[in-house]
């Protein structure tokens, strides 16, 4: 009797541990998935303009379509950045294969009057950047520019050789009145989410051959990373999708205005985000920065963007230490949501 008195006893201390466990793993699992910063903090940052009037002669206009996808418009030719469109679920990211919805990508060219574009600069061939550029190309007949990695892409969906050129460092590429020079660059340095790291296997470090869907989503090997200086008349535009640098790449080149990659920023230690800053923004000393990378890019782009989960981001203080940065050195910043445009110059 005694004996089943504590096995009893035994049992309740188990199930009320477990419980406890439970609860905690539950906990933490509800504040891993939520967004890691409320937009609105930074409604005065959000222009809430979208231009939809003809753009004036020799004025450029960008449409922000999340992640790193950067639509620029002279009214005579169109560049885009990425064209990351499908957004897979987190949930379809992590345990199945991927690919391209074309549904999606048609309705966003239509949303996005996506009607003359003449080129797609692929800034790294993780799948949020690349995955979708051949089918936009295909679609739009844009050429699609990018690294060796970005072109086994293009071949796997069956792009054809004509419609795509590989990157030339340092060489300006001209379309209409745009020059695009590509830079090497490189990623945001590696983490780890779930015991499972983003980090390039040494051993593979590009696409080596062509790459067809569906594939899971670390099939998407980095194979390098790149910024973008774009040239409009007199005006300079600079496209950092990733968040780090390389020393001194900057030092000849100053831009109007800047896209940054923010993700993970804060997630740095205190000596790389201070060179981050300064081997970006006070080297180019732009009037305007615009952060880009920041949006959860697991929900799609119909709705409107959230900040990336705080599984892997801290978007409030990504924001709040650029801010403090740049309302110091006195520039402007503005955060674009989903399919907003504003006139750059
Ligand atoms: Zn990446």
Aim: with cysteine; proline share 5%; net charge positive.
């Amino acid at each position: 009797m005694k004996e089943k008195k504590q096995w009893m006893c035994f049992r309740k201390q188990v199930w009320i541990q477990l419980s406890v466990i439970t609860i905690f793993i539950l906990f933490g699992l509800d504040c891993a998935f939520r967004s890691s910063g409320d937009l609105r903090l930074y409604e005065s940052y959000i222009p809430h303009e979208n231009q939809t009037a003809a753009i004036k002669q020799g004025k450029v206009r960008v449409t922000f379509l999340g992640t790193t996808s950067i639509l620029l418009d002279d009214g005579e030719t169109q560049i885009l950045t990425d064209g990351f469109f499908t957004r897979p679920s987190l949930w379809k990211t992590a345990f199945s294969k991927i690919e391209s919805d074309q549904g999606i990508i048609l309705s966003v060219l239509q949303k996005a009057k996506i009607n003359h574009l003449k080129g797609i600069f692929v800034c790294h061939s993780h799948y949020d950047h690349v995955m979708d550029a051949p089918f936009v190309a295909k679609i739009t007949n844009a050429k699609l520019y990018g690294s060796s990695s970005t072109i086994n892409v293009g071949i796997g969906s069956g792009l054809n050789k004509e419609n795509m050129e590989l990157f030339q460092l340092g060489k300006p590429v001209k379309l209409g009145k745009f020059s695009v020079t590509v830079l090497e660059s490189k990623h945001t340095p590696p983490f780890r989410i779930l015991g499972k790291t983003n980090a390039t296997d040494p051993n593979f470090p590009n696409i080596s051959s062509p790459l067809s869907q569906p594939v899971k989503a670390l099939d998407y090997i980095e194979g390098g990373t790149f910024d973008f200086l774009i040239q409009h008349g007199k005006n300079k535009i600079l496209i950092k999708s990733s968040t780090n640098y390389v020393t001194g790449a900057f030092d000849k080149i100053n831009v109007d205005v800047l896209f940054l990659g923010i993700a993970q920023y804060s997630l740095q230690p205190l000596s790389f985000q201070e060179t981050y800053y300064n081997q970006t923004v006070k080297k180019l000393k732009p009037r305007l920065v615009i952060p880009i990378h920041w949006d959860n890019f697991f929900l799609p782009l119909a709705k409107p963007l959230e900040p990336n989960l705080r599984l892997g981001d801290d978007f409030d203080s990504n924001m709040n230490l650029l801010l403090q940065r740049t309302s110091k050195d006195q520039i402007q910043v503005l955060l674009l949501q989903g399919f907003e445009s504003i006139d750059l110059f």
